[in-house]
């Protein structure tokens, strides 16, 4: 069973020193093991004036399993699932390289990362992979258009958060 003490004090680091742009929150009050992560799109990306939700579920044995991470807004992006799922392939993640050790700020600040620069040759959308690196200009005003339709006004977690009724569908990291 996850350590509850632990999940406390990094929960406690996140909300009172949370990474640039983001704010950290529980899903439910009574349920510490799932997050809701607000990331402003970063300054200087396609993804600025973008407000994204980010889901963070802690497994029962965290801190030896990874934690699942996603986003509950739609994004255009080359490490992210191009769904409703919004599955991340972020290093950090994947079970042969978790460490115990690792804490979920540093996760969150290589989520943050990510928007920052995309990591075109470890894809889960082979397709945008592509076009971010052969026409910057073509995937930047896509991932725009995305922010566009999906990224502006107040965060919407429904479908990620089991606690207001929906069920959550299943993300793993690739």
Request: net charge positive; glycine share 6%; charged share 25%.
């Amino acid at each position: 069973m996850a350590s509850k003490k632990r999940i406390a004090k990094e929960l406690s680091e996140c909300t009172s020193n949370p990474p640039a742009g983001m704010t950290v929150s529980l899903a439910n009050d009574s349920d510490i093991y799932r997050w809701h992560v607000t990331l402003a799109g970063p300054a200087g990306t396609p993804y600025a004036g973008g407000t994204f939700g980010i889901v963070v579920t802690l497994p029962a044995e965290y801190p030896f399993k990874p934690p699942v991470v996603s986003f509950a807004t739609r994004i255009y992006h080359p490490n992210v699932t191009n769904d409703d799922l919004g599955n991340i392939c972020l290093a950090c993640l994947k079970p042969e390289n978790w460490k115990p050790a690792s804490k979920l700020l540093g996760v969150l600040e290589a989520v943050r990362a990510l928007l920052v620069e995309p990591q075109p040759d470890d894809p889960l959308e082979n397709r945008i992979a592509e076009e971010y690196r052969r026409d910057r200009t073509e995937f930047d005003k896509n991932a725009r258009a995305y922010v566009a339709r999906y990224a502006k006004g107040p965060v919407k977690f429904q479908g990620k958060d089991s606690a207001a009724g929906t069920s959550a569908p299943s993300a793993t990291a690739v």
